[in-house]
């Protein structure tokens, strides 16, 4: 008597990952033997978290690239989950949906809100964060990543304090002390922190999330003033979900 053939998984779902809610969704698909899931990682981070199920870390090679792989690999659906400040990766996925027909959707979780007590000031980029940013103190707070301090290397008389996973390089402010820590982070050690190097004024991006909001907080009650970088918007047209479980039921109901 021949054994029963195994049920192939009905969908394979390509997320393209790096944050919190990327692991999450994965963890939550890989318990669902209908699903194969891939989790996409860029690659700039040395040692990666990695997610459950299977993962692939570098880049596509562009639009051509990624699209290609979803056919090859029979992807059913595409969830964008990278960080809300990766703009060209959700660019080239808008696109490969255009060319693949694969449906694709963008995970984002919501942005932060001021509260009454914050001070702070809305920029589009970090170069206008940069341009205002000596007007507003003299021993920044800058948590904004490695990838763009280039940005902020012609403020020679502005003393920052950078906090990021890896070592920066390339192009940095003179007056720099690197923190090399990952979140999350707590209201406590934000505070000491905040304190022991007298910050004055924060940077940071809309990331939203609760990992890293902390900071925000502890400006609040020290009175610092914050930047804060907007984040660019969903490409036209792109289905979106604020929350793991909003993506989960994506998954399962789009055609």
Known sequence: MSAEPHSLPAHHVLILGGTTEARQLAEALESDPSVHVTTSLAGRVAAPALPPGDTRIGGFGGIAGLAAWIIVNDVTRVVDATHPFAEQMSFHASEAEAL????????????????????????????????????????????????????????????????????????????????????????????????????DVLVTKDSGGSATAPKLAAAR???????????????????????????????????
Not at 190 to 198: G, I, K, M, P, S
Request: aromatic content about 8%; hydrophobic content about 45%; charged content about 20%.
């Open 100 to 199: 693949t027909g694969v449906p694709l959707l963008a995970l984002r979780r919501p942005g932060w809100t001021p509260q009454p007590a914050d001070d702070w000031t809305f920029v589009d980029s970090l170069a206008d964060a940069a341009a205002l940013l000596p007007g507003f103190g003299t021993r920044a707070f800058l948590t904004t990543g490695r990838m763009g301090l280039h940005t902020f290397a012609h403020l020679t008389d502005t003393w920052f304090l950078v906090r990021s996973v890896d070592p920066p390089d390339g192009p940095v402010p003179p007056r720099l002390e690197v923190l090399l820590d990952r979140g999350p982070f707590t209201l406590a050690g934000e505070r000491e922190l905040l304190a022991r190097h007298r910050i």
């Open 221 to 255: 009650e020290a009175g610092i003033p914050v930047l804060v970088v907007r984040r660019p918007a969903v490409p036209q047209g792109v289905a979106e979900a604020d929350s793991v479980a909003a993506a989960l039921r994506w998954i399962g109901s789009v055609d």
